[in-house]
């Protein structure tokens, strides 16, 4: 693009002109102000016949055919339109904000909510989700209280999610809770029987770590006597603890 490469001087002026092409009402709607558009704009432009980017280039260039289509437009609202589109993004934002502060246990403080909005991160809530999740921003945990409120509105919303459901749901909705249980009480007793094996083993001292190349994989291939040694060697424990992948 020509405004790129231009001199200081010239990309100044060419900023201007873009800022006044955008402000050119046609029927009803001005072209939005993005980088996009102004690529496509400038694009148009055939510098070997002396073109420039004008208001009126704008104007002349647009009549031919197809070229309007290229580009995205915005409708020009009045005033009162304005300020009635800018209220509603604020309370389409606030919206998106106490979903993503209640699912990330985020204060509902209007500082936070400041920090979101004015960095334009609460027009979706996939957008909030993932400057919170990167640490765009930093913001203040939820208090007590309203950790406490938002646990009861989870308690609150789960309760009518059952009295809403039918039968079907019902035993749908228990049986995948009793596996989830299963799974999350199996886990824990994993859990429990690991960290009493490295205790005892660290009571014994003197085990090597475990190689990197004896894989999870290896040692589900391997011979008894194979596992055998390696236990022997390496601990019980650090054995365990690769065969489960964690990390040892």
């Known amino acids: 693009m020509p405004y790129k490469d231009a001199a200081p001087e010239q990309a100044i002026w060419e900023d201007l002109a873009w800022t006044h092409i955008c402000r050119v009402p046609v029927n009803g709607k001005r072209v939005v102000d993005n980088a996009a558009n102004r690529q496509i704009v400038f694009g148009w432009l055939h510098e070997d016949q002396g073109e420039r980017p004008t208001v009126e280039w704008f104007k002349k260039v647009l009549a031919e055919p197809g070229l309007a289509d290229q580009v995205s437009w915005e409708p020009i609202l009045s005033p009162e339109q304005r300020k009635q589109a800018a209220a509603q993004r604020v309370a389409h ?5 106490g979903i993503v502060c209640r699912k990330h246990n985020l204060s509902l403080a209007e500082a936070n909510f400041r ?3 004015d960095a ?8 909030a989700d993932q400057a919170v999740a990167s640490n765009t921003v930093t ?4 208090t007590p209280q309203e950790a406490a409120k938002f646990h009861q509105e989870r308690v609150d919303d789960y309760n ?4 809403k459901a039918d039968p079907n749901e019902l ?25 009493a094996a490295q205790a005892r083993d660290a009571t014994r001292g003197g085990f090597p770590p475990l190689p990197p190349e004896i894989t999870s994989e290896v040692i589900r291939k391997a011979t008894p006597d194979q596992i055998k040694f390696w236990i022997k060697k390496y601990s019980n424990s650090n054995v365990t603890a690769r065969l489960q992948n964690r990390g040892q």
């Open 160 to 163: 009518e999610a059952l009295l």
């Open 171 to 195: 035993r749908a909705r228990v049986r995948q809770e009793v596996g989830q249980a299963r799974v999350v009480n199996a886990q824990a007793e994993a859990d429990k029987a690991l960290a």
């Open 115 to 117: 920090l979101l909005f």
């Open 139 to 142: 913001l203040a945990q939820a």
């Open 120 to 127: 334009g991160l609460l027009d979706s809530e996939f957008t």
């Open 93 to 97: 934002a606030r919206d998106i904000f």
